[in-house]
């Protein structure tokens, strides 16, 4: 049994005064033991012994690990080998099989020639630390998955406006955006915004919210109420912007089709009684040329009947597209004479504006699968357009408003390329022209022809694009497919 180490033979001599370090020894709130060059405990104090045993002379890989072997990465070994002291992590196993996670140091001990003779090592309990590190990274994951599964779109800005960190719904709308700036994933827009909550956020602490109509990366327009509150460092100072946007766009589209009842009677009142106006006057020079035996008068009459008839007849064929969502009536249609009949119901207007209209049909365009009323209206009301916006030209000297259609075949599409010279939109109207009840026209306009033309292109599957610049026209691009997939997105 080896002696005490209180009265051991490293203390035979000691003078009085080492007493107190002996007892400092005795009492460190910690593992000390001391090692031999073959690894071998020779000493250790109270704390140790309780732990682990009266194990003194044994070798410390047993003891500590229950290994028959040398540790790897042995700091004991290491300060023997190069004299200095060493640091490392380790787990401990006590003689009742209690595993301790430990920070261990060692020193070296010299003798009076100032060689190497034992190594003393120290192992602090450092489970407390471990645990609280655990419930950290415990917290860190939950609070990593509550901003990954928000049901909401979350990104962090910095001070450059680029952003630092999304959230799963954010990227799954917005597409791949840490590292680019938040106005060109928001908007798609090479500068920053004019009004830009997260620069206000960022310059006084406030937090604001906002509404915001953002495009995803499908090109698809999102309304949304934005949050940014400030997100600050440890020293108080504000080093981020936290924006959160909640998707309102069904709401906004809901409130849209529970007001649209009584903006159209207010949109369209005054052009029914223009237009019952008109066939009353249409009727009284009918009653009267009959009448008088004036064949003039019957034929001017009766001639604003049919016109009244007619523009009342479409007014009631948009409001029942917009009103009910029908079934599509699919046959094959032949494009040459859907063309000349849409060429046709536009002449009049074309020519009581003096503008001119060509229709081009490729030779190989042949049928495509469509609902023939429809896609004659929608047609109708894209060029009804075109001349409109042509009609404005045609007031100023020296122009001539024009408006063409051609139409080709590109697999699997055919392809409608409307183009006049009229008198152009900028960028927010051509973002707008396709909304319920949004006319660029004034009260001339009810604000229903291209918002049903592009519901009904919708509805076969197809799409619309717009090329547009003030003063020098536009060009409107309808794809149908050749062979019928309406759409299957719910209807609003």
């Known amino acids: 049994m080896a002696d005490d180490p209180v009265n051991s033979p490293a203390d035979t001599g000691r003078s009085p005064a080492a007493a107190p370090y002996r007892k400092y020894w005795e009492e460190m709130p910690c593992y000390l033991s001391v090692h031999d060059r073959d690894f071998r405990i020779i000493e250790g104090n109270r704390r140790f012994r309780a732990d682990f045993g009266d194990c003194i002379g044994d070798f410390c890989y047993r003891v500590y690990k ?82 990954e599964e928000v049901p909401c779109h979350i990104a962090v800005h910095g001070p450059d406006l680029v952003i630092q960190h999304a959230n799963r719904k954010f990227r799954e709308a917005f597409g791949p955006s840490v590292g680019q700036y938040c106005y060109r994933v928001y908007k798609h827009r090479d500068e920053q915004c004019l009004v830009c909550p997260a620069v206000q956020t960022l310059k006084d602490g406030e937090t604001r919210e906002h509404e915001e109509v953002l495009i995803t990366a499908d090109g698809e327009k999102m309304n949304a109420i934005c949050t940014t509150s400030p997100v600050h460092n440890a020293e108080g100072e504000i080093e981020a912007v936290i924006e959160m946007a909640t998707d309102i766009t069904q709401i906004r589209q809901l409130q849209s089709q529970l007001t649209s009842i009584g903006l159209l009677v207010g949109s369209i009142s005054h052009g029914i009684k223009g237009l019952l106006t008109g066939l009353d006057g249409g009727i009284y020079l009918v009653n009267t040329g009959f009448a008088k035996d004036k064949p003039d008068r019957v ?26 969502d029908r079934e599509l009536t699919l046959a094959e249609i032949e494009v040459g004479p859907l063309m000349e009949e849409v060429r046709e119901t536009l002449a009049g207007k074309a020519g009581d504006g003096e503008i001119a209209l060509k229709v081009e049909v490729a030779p190989d365009v042949g049928s495509f699968q469509g609902d023939s009323n429809a896609i004659r209206a929608m047609l109708v009301n894209v060029l009804e357009n075109s001349v409109e916006a042509c009609g404005a030209v045609n007031k100023r000297p020296k122009r001539e408003g024009k408006v063409s259609v051609r139409v080709l075949r590109e697999e699997p599409w055919v392809v409608f390329d409307i183009r006049d010279n009229g008198i152009g939109m900028d960028r927010e ?10 006319s660029s026209k004034g009260i001339k306009g009810t604000g229903l022809g291209l918002f049903i033309a592009n519901k009904i292109v919708d509805k076969h599957g197809g799409d619309i694009e717009v090329e547009s610049e003030p003063g020098r026209g536009s060009r409107f691009v309808i794809r149908l497919p050749v062979d019928a997939r309406p759409s299957t997105k719910p209807r609003v």
């Open 429 to 438: 109207t051509q973002e707008k022209i396709f909304s319920l009840f949004f």
């Open 66 to 147: 229950q290994r028959e072997e040398i540790c790897p990465s042995c700091p004991v070994e290491a300060t023997f080998a190069d004299g200095q002291s060493h640091s490392s992590e380790q787990t401990l196993t006590t003689r009742e099989g209690e595993s301790l996670p430990v920070m261990v140091h060692t020193t070296p001990i010299r003798d009076e020639g100032g060689e190497v003779e034992a190594v003393m090592e120290m192992h602090t309990d450092i489970g407390e630390v471990k645990r609280l590190e655990g419930l950290l990274r415990d917290s860190e994951r939950r609070l990593a998955t509550l901003f």
């Open 299 to 324: 034929e001017e009459g009766w001639a604003m009947v049919q016109r009244n008839v007619g523009r009342i007849r479409s007014m009631v064929l948009d409001i029942l597209y917009y009103a009910k």
